[in-house]
């Protein structure tokens, strides 16, 4: 099964994530995303975690490296449907104070 899938609307990337989020995975992801964001035109970079079962450390720094490219080129990013155990930990690692989590 596939781990990640994009689609791109306009400015807007959503990236859905499968099941586990983990080195493996994050070191993926970060790859085809910053390609996306340097290719431009990327203003709202959306996390879709509705499918994440499992996340470790590896998953706050791809967050948190993509949220700081995103503030580099005046963009938001969002974190959507994260389940309460993952929110927990985003609140814990303060990404709730740089990225809208929110549900949908």
Known sequence: MEQFSMERTGSQLVLHICEELDHHTAGQISKV??????KGNVRT???DFSGITF???SG??????????????GGNLVV???PPHIKKVMRLSGIDRL???CNV
């Open 45 to 47: 970079l959306i996390f």
């Open 60 to 73: 706050i720094g791809l967050v948190m490296g993509r949220y700081k490219l995103m503030q580099e080129i």
């Open 80 to 82: 959507r449907n994260p």
């Open 55 to 57: 996340m470790d450390s």
């Open 33 to 38: 995303v910053d390609l996306q964001i340097e």
């Open 99 to 101: 990225a809208s989590i």
